[in-house]
């Protein structure tokens, strides 16, 4: 514990220094996925899968509720600023005049996605097909603003992060009879990884050569989890944190096949799972005070659209819980996330 601490101070200094002396450490950052990296794709589409509503984002700059399900800042917000940037890529559905200001990177990202388009569907999100093309139609933009050369050295140089999965399951699977009746959890996450190859294939296709990948979180240790599965106690539900690891296994698995099949690709996966269930099951030890309960919710059946103005008893601060709502971690949960997600990518920028 204090020797991997000292590590990453020392490997967050090394980077702080190189970003101080001069521009990010990569020319750009390209996110796709979920509701986990969304920071407002979701707020113009006719889904009910939207933050753009106090308080989300109370403890965001200007206090603003951008359409990031948290009160603060994403871990991905987090790994943009160590990665030097000033500003966090914007969401794509956002770019006001599209040219401007996509140099630095975009965010395709839209809640309720995931690696089997029909959970996007079914919330009227963005699948993570579409959020392809709208890369293409950016990397279109990109060659007329920055020309032929340098545009190829901002894709080949680019960071792309991908956060998906975990809508697949919670907000598919487990409640969609057509699913769990046909397919063991098992089979669900062969499938789904099949099209996690066809993604990073395409990407890759389109220039792409590091990419960085999220585990599954411990699904079963969500609030929402708690609360839908949990057989009245307050304890993790152990069958979703179980599918969750092995989903991650047959991840890791096939992206060292993926990493062999493609030349000159870096592939990394950010193991989110154990730091979160860190946070969860030792909440003291990392400064926590509340790890089971969401900061924002009802109490009783916590989704995500419970979290709004109205929502009753919402805590004072969020810094001491883990999970600002139902699905989402806090702002200071995401932090410490991003300090993961720093020491796994290093070898992305190495
Ligand atoms: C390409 O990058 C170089 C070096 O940063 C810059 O001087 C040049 O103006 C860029 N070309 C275009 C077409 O933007
Ligand atoms: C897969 O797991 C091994 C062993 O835990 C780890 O060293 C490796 O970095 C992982 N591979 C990927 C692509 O994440
Ligand atoms: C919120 O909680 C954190 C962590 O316990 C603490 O450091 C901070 O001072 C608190 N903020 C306020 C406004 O009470």
């Given at each position: 514990?204090?020797?991997?601490?000292?590590?990453?101070t020392?490997?967050?200094?090394?980077?702080?220094?190189?970003?101080?002396?001069?521009?990010?450490?990569?020319?750009?950052?390209?996110?796709?996925?979920?509701?986990?990296?969304?920071?407002?794709?979701?707020?113009?589409?006719?889904?009910?899968?939207?933050?753009?509503?106090?308080?989300?984002?109370?403890?965001?700059?200007?206090?603003?509720?951008?359409?990031?399900?948290?009160?603060?800042?994403?871990?991905?917000?987090?790994?943009?600023?160590?990665?030097?940037?000033?500003?966090?890529?914007?969401?794509?559905?956002?770019?006001?005049?599209?040219?401007?200001?996509?140099?630095?990177?975009?965010?395709?990202?839209?809640?309720s996605?995931?690696?089997?388009?029909?959970?996007?569907?079914?919330?009227h999100?963005?699948?993570?097909?579409?959020?392809?093309?709208?890369?293409?139609?950016?990397?279109?933009?990109?060659?007329?603003?920055?020309?032929?050369?340098?545009?190829?050295?901002?894709i080949?140089?680019?960071?792309?992060?991908?956060?998906?999965?975990?809508?697949?399951?919670?907000?598919?699977?487990?409640?969609?009879?057509?699913?769990?009746?046909?397919?063991?959890?098992?089979?669900?996450?062969?499938?789904?990884?099949?099209?996690?190859?066809?993604?990073?294939?395409?990407?890759?296709?389109?220039?792409?050569?590091?990419?960085?990948?999220?585990?599954?979180?411990?699904?079963?240790?969500?609030?929402?989890?708690?609360?839908?599965?949990?057989?009245?106690?307050?304890?993790?539900?152990?069958?979703?944190?179980?599918?969750?690891?092995?989903?991650?296994?047959?991840?890791?698995?096939?992206?060292?096949?993926?990493?062999?099949?493609?030349?000159?690709?870096?592939?990394?996966?950010?193991?989110?799972?154990?730091?979160?269930?860190?946070?969860?099951?030792?909440?003291?030890?990392?400064?926590?005070?509340e790890?089971?309960?969401?900061?924002?919710?009802?109490?009783l059946?916590?989704?995500?659209?419970?979290?709004?103005?109205?929502?009753?008893?919402?805590?004072?601060?969020?810094?001491e819980?883990?999970?600002?709502?139902?699905?989402?971690?806090?702002?200071?949960?995401?932090?410490?996330?991003?300090?993961?997600?720093?020491?796994?990518?290093?070898?992305?920028?190495?």
């Amino acid at each position: 514990m204090k020797n991997s601490s000292h590590f990453l101070t020392c490997m967050v200094m090394v980077l702080v220094v190189v970003v101080v002396n001069g521009q990010p450490l990569v020319p750009a950052l390209f996110i796709f996925g979920d509701s986990v990296v969304d920071v407002g794709n979701n707020n113009n589409l006719d889904t009910i899968v939207k933050a753009n509503f106090p308080p989300y984002g109370r403890d965001f700059k200007n206090h603003m509720s951008t359409g990031r399900f948290c009160n603060g800042k994403l871990a991905t917000d987090y790994t943009a600023e160590n990665l030097g940037f000033t500003s966090y890529p914007p969401a794509y559905l956002n770019l006001k005049s599209k040219g401007t200001n996509l140099l630095n990177g975009v965010n395709f990202a839209s809640a309720s996605s995931g690696y089997y388009s029909e959970t996007a569907k079914l919330y009227h999100a963005i699948s993570l097909s579409d959020q392809l093309e709208h890369f293409k139609d950016c990397l279109n933009t990109l060659l007329g603003v920055a020309g032929k050369s340098n545009a190829s050295s901002i894709i080949s140089g680019a960071i792309y992060l991908i956060s998906a999965g975990n809508s697949d399951f919670i907000q598919n699977y487990y409640i969609n009879p057509l699913l769990y009746k046909v397919y063991t959890a098992d089979q669900f996450s062969d499938f789904l990884l099949q099209n996690y190859a066809t993604f990073i294939q395409n990407l890759y296709a389109l220039g792409a050569r590091r990419i960085g990948v999220t585990t599954l979180p411990p699904m079963g240790c969500l609030p929402a989890a708690i609360t839908l599965y949990g057989s009245n106690s307050n304890e993790c539900v152990e069958r979703l944190n179980h599918d969750a690891v092995n989903f991650n296994n047959k991840l890791n698995t096939t992206s060292q096949g993926l990493q062999k099949l493609l030349p000159d690709l870096k592939l990394v996966s950010f193991d989110i799972y154990q730091p979160l269930y860190d946070l969860v099951t030792k909440p003291t030890e990392n400064g926590f005070f509340e790890s089971r309960k969401a900061c924002c919710g009802t109490g009783l059946l916590e989704t995500s659209i419970l979290c709004n103005s109205k929502s009753i008893g919402t805590c004072a601060n969020a810094s001491e819980y883990v999970f600002w709502d139902a699905f989402h971690p806090t702002d200071a949960a995401n932090k410490i996330l991003a300090e993961d997600l720093l020491i796994a990518g290093i070898s992305l920028i190495s």
